[in-house]
């Protein structure tokens, strides 16, 4: 099956435009700390939040572990880990968007705030 170059060049306009136009759709999009805490903090800190005693992680549904941190503090955990324990640097695998949509979700699940 042959095409002419100005079908060609038709179909190739098109898909550009589609792409082109699309960016802005996700761009402007945050990202979901659900989804960012199932996949990077569930193993060690529990799908739920509570974490594991085992191990010695926080529970943040425990308005206590809540009120014992800011935002700043907490984004800057995530970004550059806890000394002393097993919680790791995430600066190189998240962004400062992803960083701050993970402090909202945990922020979530503070049991005070669920009635």
């Known amino acids: 099956m042959r095409f002419k170059a100005s079908t060609l060049l038709r179909l190739s306009a098109i898909g550009f435009s589609f792409v082109i136009f699309s960016l802005p759709l ?3 999009q945050a990202p979901d700390g ?3 805490f199932k996949k990077k903090c569930s193993m060690c800190h529990a799908p739920d939040g509570k974490g594991y005693s085992a191990i010695k992680t926080p529970d943040f549904t425990d308005p206590k572990v ?4 800011t935002d700043q503090e907490m984004a800057d955990v995530i970004k550059n880990g806890k000394k002393g324990t097993a919680m790791p640097a995430f600066a190189d695998k998240l962004t400062d ?3 701050n949509s993970l402090v909202t979700y945990i922020r979530s699940l503070d049991s005070s705030k669920k009635k």
């Not at 809540?66 to 941190?69: E, K, L, V």
Request: hydrophobic share 45%; proline share 0%.
């Open 26 to 28: 996700h761009a402007g």
């Open 34 to 36: 659900a989804d960012l």
């Open 66 to 69: 809540q009120a014992s941190m």
């Open 97 to 99: 968007d992803e960083i």
